[in-house]
């Protein structure tokens, strides 16, 4: 297994992707590279250290590593891709989880970095009335982080055949009676389909909701996948399989195929589909690394609150805590003045 951290090859300082710029930046000296450029200097911008098996500690709750900076022990769990040594706060990649059959295809990097992130959060926060004062707190708001999480990404090809009923209903009268036509028509649709980006979680661990809520993302932004981009974020490796996702994939596309296949079909009062046969054609997989700021939050109840956003185009997923008494001061605000209106609605009549 190699942890590597990237280095600057002006001051050997640590190297962290900044989304802003899109480009890697010496948080020592300030210098700034492109991925092209890194590429080029690979050799003086990586410093591996290969951990023997027997100094791997694996288990159920973690595995250990040593930091390539300062020697400290990095504990993680069985997925985690990307860190921070927990001393000298500098960032890791554990290139073994991220390499092999775990490579990743494609990354989608961040575009909005911590403080944008931040700005969001607040903004967010603030538009719900009954947010609990603490969740505002510096503490509370600096545990934002930036996390690459797997995706399973599909594309795919069918063939379709829909069968329907199609109704066209009139009704008019003529004198005192009233008359009803129905004519009913045999409806064929059929054609070639193409399906892209069928996006689905590849994390066990993951809550579905916040993963599955960040999406979509502007698939035209994918970079390949290199390993500098995890830098200075967390990043995790699946545990999903593509197999594990098949048939959910496969149920997706056929109900996107039949709702495209219907919605071909116009000048009926009424349409009943009976059956759609589909045959898939192609199929097309991607591993994809996509970026995603997270915030949890522990409530005076002991429940764990979840926020997320894309951290592509800003979009908001989570639930945030509700300060009961700020609800109840409202509560007895409207109260008493429904009260008040009540008796002076009574005095002036």
Sequence with gaps: MAVISYKCPNCDGELVFHPAAQKYKCEYCASAFSQQELAQMKPAAEEEERVPESQEMRGEEGV???????????????????????????????????????????????SIDKEQATEKFLQYAHSKKFVPRAFFNKQQIEKISGVYFPYWMADMDMKGLLQAEGKNIRVWRSGETEYTETKVYHVQRGGNIHLEDITKNAL????????????????????????????????????????????????????????????????YSHLNVRSCQLRTERENWDYMMLPVWTVTYKGRNGKMYYYSMNGQNGKVYGELPVDAAKVWILGTVIFVLVFLLGLLGGWML
Excluded: W
Excluded at 73 to 96: K, M, R, W
Excluded at 232 to 259: H, I, M, P
């Design 204 to 267: 066990k661990k993951n809550s579905l909701k916040l993963a599955e809520g960040v999406l979509p993302y502007d698939v035209s932004k994918v970079q390949e996948f290199h390993m500098g981009y995890l830098s200075g974020f967390l990043a995790e490796k699946r545990d999903l399989e593509r197999t594990d996702l098949q048939t959910e994939v496969t149920e997706d596309a056929k109900d996107f195929s039949v709702r495209l296949l219907r919605d071909t079909v116009d000048g």
């Design 64 to 110: 250990m590593y040593h930091c390539p900076s300062c020697g400290a022990e990095i504990v993680t769990d069985q997925t985690t891709a990307a860190t921070f040594c927990y001393y000298c706060h500098n960032p890791v990649v554990l290139s073994g989880r991220v390499s092999g059959e775990f490579l990743p295809h494609k990354i989608i990097p961040f």
